[in-house]
T-cell receptor, first 114, second 112 residues
Framework: DAGVIQSPRHEVTEMGQEVTLRCKPI?????LFWYRQTMMRGLELLIY????????DSGMPEDRFSAKMPNASFSTLKIQPSEPRDSAVYFC????????????FGPGTRLTVL | AQSVSQHNHHVILSEAASLELGCNYS??????LFWYVQYPGQHLQLLLK??????LVKGIKGFEAEFIKSKFSFNLRKPSVQWSDTAEYFC??????????FGTGTRLTVIP
């Protein structure tokens, strides 16, 4: 298995532009998580899906952020409009079953908003 | 909700030195605790986990952690670090059935 796949690996954009981050979970995993990692706040859970349904989006910073999971093999995290403070590494993770320690992380997308 | 805190932000050691990274958790009933490692440019990987039983947990690559309930601690240790242990280490605790709360991380730099 290729593991969790994220694209792009690096994204540089200008303030005000729309950014879309993509994630392909491990096949067969029924939960998907989006995290944001910054120096100041560490690793924060933004949103997670179970069986393609958003369960908890309380970590999404504001309305500029939105996430979708149209099917079991694909999810997007969109920022519109982007701001410099959105610069961070965004990780996607997926999990099968209920054991919380079986969460597998993707390589992350490093986003820089100028 | 449960949380963890890591007070060491950056630790620098020479090879063969012993390592101990601190992690304290907030009280919240049953405690499950994890340590994750993130090597430079890579994703997070589970290093070890504690669910119950023996409070001394052994993980991969010679790491271990001890759950000390009286101190609300779950410190990560390694007797002799190597240059390849240079990474960022995160302590984590479940905040519910599905969420993991991560500490802010400790960056370890091992000097050859």
């Amino acid at each position: 298995d290729a593991g969790v796949i994220q694209s792009p690996r690096h994204e540089v954009t200008e303030m005000g532009q729309e950014v879309t981050l993509r994630c392909k979970p491990i096949s067969g995993h029924n939960s998907l998580f989006w995290y944001r990692q910054t120096m100041m706040r560490g690793l924060e859970l933004l949103i997670y899906f179970n069986n393609n349904v958003p369960i908890d989006d309380s970590g999404m910073p504001e309305d500029r952020f939105s996430a979708k999971m149209p099917n079991a093999s694909f999810s997007t995290l969109k920022i519109q409009p982007s701001e410099p403070r959105d610069s961070a590494v965004y990780f996607c993770a997926s999990r099968s079953g209920r054991r919380i320690d079986t969460q597998y992380f993707g390589p992350g997308t490093r986003l820089t908003v100028l | 909700a449960q949380s963890v805190s890591q007070h060491n932000h950056h630790v620098i050691l020479s090879e063969a030195a012993s390592l101990e990274l601190g992690c304290n958790y907030s009280y919240g009933g049953t405690v499950n605790l994890f340590w994750y490692v993130q090597y430079p440019g890579q994703h997070l990987q589970l290093l070890l986990k504690y669910f119950s039983g023996d409070p001394l947990v052994k993980g991969i690559k010679g790491f271990e952690a001890e759950f000390i309930k009286s101190k609300f601690s779950f410190n990560l240790r390694k007797p002799s670090v190597q240059w390849s242990d240079t990474a960022e280490y995160f302590c984590a605790v479940p905040t519910g059935a599905n969420n993991l709360f991560f500490g802010t991380g400790t960056r370890l730099t091992v000097i050859p």
